[in-house]
C-alpha cells in the first residue's frame, strides 16, 4: 500500500487537463504516442467541447527518478459546476491532487471552486503551471495568484508544457514524493467509495470504486449502504485503458466491480459498499442523491417515434443515472417526456447524445428550474414546467431556486459585470480583491437567469475574461408571472415561460421579435402574441413568403436541384408541427438568447 | 425524343450574380475545347437527336468560323440531320451579323440571347458587359438573318430595378417581335460577387414577387403561354429541348459540366476545363443513380414545372408502376388538398397561387 498514490488532476476548463492526462500516459508507456488522443475523453462529444463529462480512472506504473515503483491512480474528474457532487466524490477517492493553471490565462474560477474542493476533502495539493511553452504565458503572476488567492507556496509550484512533455516526470516524482499512501488496513472489515459507474449491455451497472479498508474478491457478498441492498461479486479488477481483471482490491486500490447489477438506479455516486457480513460499517459521510436541477420537455419530432425515444431514455439512463425523465403531454407538442438534469451543461450534453448516440429526432422545449408555487388553498406545488402553473388568480406567491455565483474578473471589467449581474436581478454579496488586476464578485442571481444566457452574457460584457463558478443557495421568493405564447392564434404551452413581471412586456417583446425570425415564413401570415393572462404585451406578424428560387435550372442539371431540394426537406424533418405551423428546434429555445 | 446538349464555359467577364460553370478571359482555349468536346461526341456515334442546344457560358464567343467546326465536328459522329429544334445562346455583345448568319446556315432554328434588361445602369451593375441598345440591335439581326424564333432572359431583381424599368424592357422586347422569352428572379449564390459584396439598393422578395406576376400579366397581354415557371412563349414557340428536361425525357451533354440522363441513369462531367481538355473521355464524371421512388418523384416535380401541361399520373404509373406510387400519391394528395396543387382527375398541376413557391411545394413532392 505504501507504494500506492492515488490522486486526480483539478482545473479550469480548458486548462489543459486532458493533455497533461495524456502525456503522464503516453511517458509512463502505458500508451503509444500515435493512439495519444486524449484517451481519457472517450466520448466525442466530450473531445468536442473539450471537457471530460464522467470520471474514469486509469492505473499506472511509474518508476520514480530514485528507482522506486510505484501505482499511480490517476482518476479523471468532470470539470464543470454541475458535475460539483461528482467532483467532489472523485476528490475523495484521492490523497492528492494536481491542481493545473494555464500559465496564460491564470487562476480562475474553477481553479478556486476545485482547489478548495480538495482542501476540503483534505487532500495534498501539488500546484502546476501549464503551457508554460505559450508566447504569451505569465508564469510569475500566475504563481502570485496562486499564492494570494490560495494561499499555496510559490517554491511549491511546477512549471510544465503538457503539451511539449517538459517538467511532467518531475511532476510524477512529485506525485510520488509529497502525496501521501493511503492508509486504511486490509484487515478491517470492507469499506468503498462509489466514485463513478458505466453500464455494460452484457455486465450490468460497473461501479468503479475506491477501497479504503478491507479486500474484495470475486464471491464475495457486499452490500450498499444507501439502499442496504446485496449482490454477489463476480469480479474485480483495474482500469487499465481497459478493465484488467485482478484476484483482489484492497485498502488503499482503485478499481471496478462486477456484480451482475441490472438496475442503473441501484448505483449512486457517493455510496459505501461494506461487506454483507458487516453492514454495522459506518457510510462514508457526503452522500446524496443527485438531484436534478434544469427541466425541459423533450418531444419527438414525428408523433409515432414517442415508444421508441422512451426506449432511448431508458438506454440511456442505465450510462447516465443523473438524468431523470417521466411522461409528460403537451397540447402543442403531443405526447413526450419531461427530462431532468443537473445543470445546463449537463442538459445540452444529454440532449445532443440523445440525438447523436440515440439517434432520436427530438425538439427540446425551454429549461426551466424547478419554482415553489404557494395557492391561495394553503397548497404548496414544487412544479418544473411552467405550463403546469396554476392561474395567477389563485397563486398566493412563488419562490425560486438561487445560487451564490463567484466570478472572477480583471478589475477593468468589473462595472460591465456587476451592471449584468443587477440585471439579471442579482445582489451583491461581497467583492474581494485578491490582488490589484483582479476581482472577486459574490453574487446571489435566482438560477432561472443562470440557465438563460448569463454565462455566455457575462463571457461577452468580460471579452472572455471572467470565470465563473456556483453552488445552490435556497429559494427566495419574487415577483413573477407565467407569460404564453401564441402562434398563429394558439397558445403554444411549450412555450410558455416564467417571467419577472418588472419587464415582463420589454422581454416578451424580444422573444416574439426573434420568434418572428426564427419561425420561416409560411404561405399564410402567422400573427405571433406573448400574454400575460388575457393581456396581450407584445405582437408581431411573420409575413407570408412570397416567393422562392426561380432561376435558371441550367444544362438539364436536374440532380442539383434535387439535391437542393432535398436539402431543404431534411431542414424541415426537423421542425416540429404546431397546428398548421412548422416551428423549428431554435425557436423553443430562443428566450435563452434573446438581444433585449 | 433525345435531346443533345454542349456547353461552352467560356465569358468575356464573369457577371456578379452567377454561379454558373464559366471561366473568364479564357478565351484563347476555345479552339482547343471546340476539339475536345467533338472527342467526346465521338464516344456517342451514332446517336440520333432530335434537339440540340449549344449554351454556356456564352456559346457567342465562339464566333462564326469555330461554330462551324463545331457543327461540323458533331455531325461527324451524330446523327443530328433531322433536328426539330437547334438552339444557341447569345451575348449581345458578341453577337455580329457574320455570326447570325453561320448560325442560320449550319441549322440554327431559334437563339436565346442574354438580354437580362434594357436599363443600362441595371446592367452595369450587374455586371453585363453589353449595352440595351447592343441588345435591342442584336435580336433585330437574328430576325433580319431569317431566325423566327428569338428568345431573351430576363431577370427580375436587379439591384437599381424599378417596376417602370420592368415594363421598359419588357414593352420594347415583345414590341421587336420576341417569341419566347425566360425570367428568373436574381438570386445571391454563394460564390458570387454579389454575395461577396451585396448590393445596396437590391430589390426586396416582395418586389421580386409583385413584379414577377406583373410581368406574367403583360406577356399573357401579349399573347404568351406561361408554359414553364420561369417560361413564357408564343403558340407554338415552346422550346423543346427544354420541354425534354421538364417532360423527363433522355438528353446527352457534351463539354466541361455538362449533364445527361439517359436510361433512368443521371451523371455530370466534372467542371474542370484543363482535365477535360487534356483527355474529355477520362475526365471525371459524377453519377445519380437513384432508387424508383426517387426517380419517379423527381420525374413529378420536373412535370409539375409545366404549367399548362402538368402532371399525367397515369402516364407516370405506367412507366415506374402502381406500387411506387403510393407514396407519391399520398403526398399529391396532402398538397391537393392544402390547395397548392390543382387534382383533375389523374392530372395534378401547380395552383397559379403556388408558382412563385414551388420550392416549397417541390420539397413534399420528393421523396
Avoid at chain 1, 457510510?283 to 415508444?307: E, K, L, N
Avoid at chain 1, 412563488?398 to 436581478?425: D, H, N, Q, W, Y
Avoid at chain 2, 463539354?255 to 484543363?274: I, T
Amino acid at each position: 500500500m505504501n507504494n500506492i498514490r492515488n490522486f486526480c488532476i483539478i482545473a479550469h476548463i480548458d486548462h489543459g487537463k486532458s493533455t497533461l492526462a495524456d502525456r503522464i500516459l503516453e511517458l509512463t508507456g502505458l500508451i503509444r504516442k500515435a493512439s495519444m488522443e486524449q484517451m481519457l475523453d472517450s466520448m466525442d462529444l466530450e473531445r468536442e467541447r473539450g471537457i471530460t463529462i464522467k470520471a474514469k480512472s486509469v492505473r499506472i506504473p511509474y518508476k520514480s527518478a530514485g528507482g522506486a515503483e510505484f501505482i499511480l491512480n490517476l482518476i479523471d474528474t468532470p470539470g464543470h459546476v454541475d458535475f460539483n457532487y461528482e467532483v467532489s466524490r472523485s476528490l475523495m477517492a484521492c490523497e492528492g491532487a494536481v491542481l493545473l493553471v494555464d500559465a496564460s490565462q491564470g487562476v480562475e474560477a474553477q481553479t478556486i471552486a476545485n482547489a478548495n474542493l480538495a482542501l476540503d476533502a483534505g487532500l495534498k495539493i501539488i500546484p502546476v503551471i501549464n503551457k508554460i511553452d505559450l508566447p504569451n504565458a505569465m508564469v510569475d503572476d500566475c504563481s502570485l495568484q496562486l499564492y494570494s488567492m490560495l494561499g499555496l507556496h510559490i517554491e511549491d509550484i511546477l512549471h510544465v508544457s503538457a503539451k511539449e512533455g517538459t517538467g511532467v516526470l518531475e511532476l510524477l516524482d512529485a506525485i510520488a514524493d509529497r502525496i501521501p499512501p493511503p492508509q486504511g488496513s486490509s484487515s478491517d472489515p470492507l469499506k468503498c467509495l462509489i466514485f463513478d459507474s458505466f453500464y455494460d449491455a452484457y455486465r450490468g451497472v460497473i461501479p468503479h470504486l475506491r477501497v479504503f479498508n478491507g479486500s474484495l474478491k470475486a464471491g464475495d457478498k457486499i452490500m450498499l449502504k444507501s439502499t442496504e441492498k446485496v449482490f454477489e461479486v463476480e469480479e474485480v479488477g483495474y482500469f487499465s485503458l481497459g478493465l484488467t481483471q485482478a484476484a483482489g482490491l484492497n485498502a488503499g486500490d482503485v478499481g471496478y466491480v462486477v456484480a451482475l447489477i441490472r438496475n442503473a438506479g441501484e448505483i449512486h455516486v457517493g455510496d459505501t459498499v461494506v461487506s454483507a457480513d458487516h453492514p454495522e460499517v459506518p457510510a462514508i459521510p457526503g452522500f446524496r442523491m443527485s438531484q436534478p436541477m434544469v427541466y425541459c420537455g423533450v418531444y419527438p419530432i414525428i408523433t409515432s417515434d414517442y415508444a421508441r425515444l422512451g426506449a432511448a431514455l431508458e438506454k440511456f439512463k442505465l450510462n447516465d443515472s443523473s438524468i431523470t425523465f417521466e411522461k409528460e403531454t403537451s397540447a402543442a407538442l403531443g405526447y413526450g417526456y419531461r427530462m431532468g438534469f443537473l445543470g445546463l451543461l449537463h442538459m445540452e450534453i444529454a440532449l445532443e447524445r440523445l440525438k447523436r448516440e440515440y439517434e432520436q429526432d427530438i425538439i427540446a422545449t425551454m429549461p426551466s428550474v424547478i419554482y415553489k408555487v404557494a395557492t391561495k388553498n394553503g397548497e404548496t406545488l414544487m412544479l418544473d414546467n411552467p405550463s403546469k402553473f396554476p392561474p395567477e388568480g389563485q397563486i398566493e406567491h412563488i419562490e425560486e431556486p438561487m445560487i451564490r455565483a463567484r466570478v472572477i474578473v480583471p478589475s477593468g471589467f468589473v462595472g460591465p459585470c456587476m451592471e449584468l449581474a443587477e440585471a439579471k436581478r442579482g445582489s451583491l454579496v461581497g467583492i474581494e480583491h485578491p490582488d490589484d488586476k483582479r476581482a472577486i464578485l459574490v453574487y446571489d442571481l435566482p438560477l432561472a437567469e443562470m440557465i438563460t444566457d448569463f454565462y455566455d452574457r457575462l463571457k461577452s460584457v468580460s471579452r472572455g475574461y471572467a470565470s465563473m463558478d456556483y453552488e445552490m443557495n435556497g429559494y427566495r421568493s419574487a415577483d413573477l408571472v407565467k407569460v404564453d405564447i401564441l402562434v398563429n392564434n394558439s397558445a403554444v404551452d411549450a412555450l410558455s415561460y416564467i417571467s419577472p413581471k418588472e419587464g415582463a412586456s420589454i422581454k416578451g417583446r424580444a422573444l416574439i421579435y426573434k420568434l418572428s425570425k426564427v419561425i420561416p415564413r409560411h404561405q399564410f401570415k402567422i400573427p405571433l402574441q406573448a400574454a400575460i393572462g388575457s393581456q396581450v404585451i407584445a405582437r408581431a406578424d411573420i409575413f407570408p413568403m412570397r416567393k422562392d428560387v426561380i432561376a435558371k435550372c441550367y444544362g438539364g442539371d436536374i440532380t442539383r436541384k434535387r439535391k437542393l431540394l432535398e436539402k431543404q426537406k431534411e431542414g424541415k424533418k426537423k421542425m416540429k408541427m404546431v397546428g398548421f405551423v412548422e416551428v423549428p428546434q431554435e425557436a423553443f429555445l430562443s428566450l435563452m438568447k434573446i438581444e433585449e | 425524343m433525345r435531346g443533345l446538349y454542349i456547353h461552352i464555359p467560356f465569358c468575356i467577364s464573369k457577371c456578379r450574380y452567377c454561379d454558373f460553370y464559366s471561366l473568364a478571359g479564357k478565351t484563347d482555349l476555345i479552339e482547343g475545347y471546340v476539339s475536345a468536346v467533338v472527342r467526346e461526341a465521338e464516344k456517342y456515334g451514332g446517336t440520333s437527336f432530335k434537339t440540340m442546344y449549344v449554351g454556356g457560358g456564352t456559346p457567342s464567343l465562339l464566333g462564326p468560323r469555330r461554330l462551324a467546326d463545331l457543327v461540323d465536328g458533331l455531325r461527324s459522329h451524330l446523327q443530328i440531320d433531322c433536328l426539330l429544334e437547334a438552339t444557341i445562346e447569345a451575348n449581345p455583345e458578341s453577337t455580329d451579323e457574320d455570326f447570325l448568319r453561320m448560325v442560320r446556315d449550319i441549322g440554327f432554328n431559334r437563339i436565346s440571347i442574354g438580354v437580362q434588361s434594357l436599363d443600362d445602369d441595371e446592367l452595369k451593375k450587374a455586371g453585363r458587359v453589353h449595352s440595351s441598345t447592343q441588345a435591342l440591335k442584336a435580336i433585330e439581326l437574328a430576325f433580319n438573318c431569317g431566325i423566327d424564333n428569338v428568345s431573351a432572359d430576363i431577370i427580375i431583381g436587379l439591384p437599381g430595378q424599378t417596376v417602370e424599368s420592368l415594363d421598359n424592357t419588357l414593352r420594347k422586347l415583345v414590341g421587336i417581335g420576341l417569341t419566347h422569352a425566360s425570367v428568373y428572379c436574381l438570386s445571391i449564390e454563394e460564390g458570387t460577387a454579389f454575395a461577396a459584396c451585396p448590393p445596396a439598393d437590391l430589390p426586396d422578395d416582395e418586389f421580386q414577387a409583385s413584379v414577377y406576376e406583373r410581368v406574367a400579366g403583360i406577356l399573357k397581354e401579349y399573347g404568351f403561354i406561361h408554359y414553364e415557371i420561369s417560361n413564357f412563349a408564343l403558340q407554338g414557340k415552346e422550346c423543346l429541348h427544354n420541354l425534354n428536361y421538364w417532360r423527363g425525357g433522355e438528353y446527352i451533354g457534351l463539354g466541361s459540366s455538362a449533364a445527361s440522363h439517359v436510361g433512368g441513369r443521371r451523371w455530370k462531367n466534372e467542371a474542370n476545363l484543363h482535365a477535360y481538355m487534356d483527355d474529355p473521355l477520362a475526365a471525371g464524371i459524377e453519377e445519380d443513380i437513384v432508387d424508383a421512388e426517387t426517380k419517379m418523384a423527381e420525374e413529378a416535380m420536373l412535370r409539375l414545372r409545366l404549367l399548362e401541361e402538368g402532371l399525367d399520373t397515369g402516364q407516370l404509373t405506367m412507366r415506374y408502376g402502381l406500387n411506387e406510387f403510393k407514396d407519391l400519391e399520398k403526398r399529391l394528395n396532402i398538397l391537393a388538398g392544402q390547395k397548392k396543387l390543382v387534382k383533375n382527375g389523374k392530372r395534378y398541376k401547380l395552383a397559379p397561387g403556388s408558382i412563385l413557391t414551388s420550392n416549397h411545394v417541390f420539397v413534399d413532392v420528393i421523396k
